[in-house]
């Protein structure tokens, strides 16, 4: 099982531009969740995608989107990129879309925009 | 979501128990305890979670006290892999999102 996989793992952007994330979710897990971890800070919640649809969103502008397909792979897209949208991003997958049992994480993907 | 507290940082020395205390005292009697650990350049990793008694795992024991506004994240042995931030997280039954905070920072020292 390989777990929770998220590509590219570091990713450079010049500010204005537009970055998509992708994600694949743990094997038998059908909800995908995003975060965002600035450094030193712990991740904030971006939104959580079950069933193809977006079904909870944090505190985040619109220019965050997501996308899940039916294979239940997911992906992130930020547009007109700011220099503080440089971050970590993190998607977790679990089983449902309560989070009341086990999350998985992948290990990210680090943006810096420039 | 209710609010916890963590201590910023703690050490530890290897091979020693490590007890890693939260306080919760606005937990309500649905919410969920979890813990989850993140170690460098990784993502969050589940430890443990419970709701009003003990539990214990392969990683860690949780300790909920009785009137659950504390709980203590127990790693027996702590390792140089133990180090990471510790995260405190409550849960209802419904909650679909993990509401981190600034977590505590274990250092194990050889």
């Known amino acids: 099982d390989a777990g929770v996989t998220q590509s590219p793992t570091h990713l450079i952007k010049t500010r204005g531009q537009q970055v998509t994330l992708r994600c694949s979710p743990k094997s038998g897990h059908d909800t995908v969740s995003w975060y965002q971890q600035a450094l030193g800070q712990g991740p904030q919640f971006i939104f959580q995608?079950?069933?193809?649809?977006?079904?909870q969103r944090g505190n985040f502008p619109d220019r965050f989107s997501g996308h899940q397909f039916p294979n239940y792979s997911s992906e992130l897209n930020v547009n007109a990129l700011l220099l503080g949208d440089s971050a970590l991003y993190l998607c977790?997958?679990?089983?449902?879309?309560?989070?009341?049992?086990?999350?998985?994480f992948g290990q990210g993907t680090r943006l810096t925009v420039v | 979501d209710a609010k916890t507290t963590q201590p910023n940082s703690m050490e530890s020395n290897e091979e020693e128990p490590v007890h890693l205390p939260c306080n919760h005292s606005t937990i309500s009697g649905t919410d969920y305890i979890h813990w989850y650990r993140q170690l460098p350049s990784q993502g969050p990793e589940y430890v443990i979670h419970g709701l009003t008694s003990n539990v214990n795992n392969r990683m860690a024991s949780l300790a909920i006290a009785e009137d659950r506004k504390s709980s203590t994240l127990i790693l027996h042995r702590a390792t140089l892999r133990d180090a990471a931030v510790y995260y405190c997280i409550l849960l209802s039954g419904s909650a679909r999102q993990l509401t981190f905070g600034s977590g505590t920072q274990l250092t194990v020292l050889p």
């Open positions: 977790a997958s679990s089983s449902g879309q309560r989070v009341n049992t086990e999350a998985f």
């Open positions: 995608y079950y069933e193809e649809e977006e079904r």
